[in-house]
């Protein structure tokens, strides 16, 4: 099934309908990319996917803020997961979306973007000191 995502591009939507991975939620059980998207939070755009085995995306700062809001997070454990997701992009209008990359954007409320903004405010001089003192090792400090 996710070879023919990758190879038939004229069946590939129905064959997203079979696909199948693993969530935390899920446990040992496979959820189907559907049944992902019934799950999602009203605000939410995007599906959420990480490379990881599920051991190492339970220990994933990415993961975990993630999962602090609510929100699930497909694991593509298999090889050929990542060759898939290339190919099909989004699922029901939903964007396929890797946890890791830079500017991930969360659903939240006013609330939360205000506190955020705040955040940011509040930190901009320690993340300007630590980019200074790790120049070399890291190109970008954010809150």
């Known amino acids: 099934i996710k070879l023919g995502i990758h190879e038939d591009s004229q069946n590939r939507k129905k064959l997203s309908e079979l696909l199948q991975y693993y969530t935390p939620a899920s446990g040992d059980e496979m959820v189907s990319l559907k049944d992902y998207c019934?799950?999602?939070?009203?605000?939410?755009?995007?599906?959420?996917?990480?490379?990881?085995?599920?051991?190492?995306?339970?220990?994933?700062?990415?993961?975990?803020?993630?999962?602090?809001?609510?929100?699930?997070?497909?694991?593509?454990?298999e090889l050929i997961d990542e060759y898939c997701v290339q190919q099909l992009k989004a699922f029901e209008g939903k964007t396929l979306v890797s946890v890791p990359k830079e500017g991930l954007e969360l659903p939240?409320?006013?609330?939360?973007?205000?506190?955020?903004?705040?955040?940011?405010?509040?930190?901009?001089?320690?993340?300007?000191?630590?980019?200074?003192?790790?120049?070399?090792?890291?190109?970008?400090?954010v809150v």
């Open 38 to 77: 019934t799950k999602m939070k009203e605000n939410q755009k995007h599906i959420f996917i990480t490379g990881e085995t599920k051991d190492q995306a339970a220990k994933s700062a990415f993961v975990e803020h993630l999962r602090k809001h609510g929100l699930e997070v497909i694991h593509l454990i």
């Open 108 to 141: 939240e409320g006013e609330e939360e973007k205000k506190k955020q903004e705040e955040k940011m405010t509040k930190f901009e001089n320690l993340c300007k000191i630590m980019k200074d003192a790790l120049e070399k090792k890291v190109e970008k400090v």
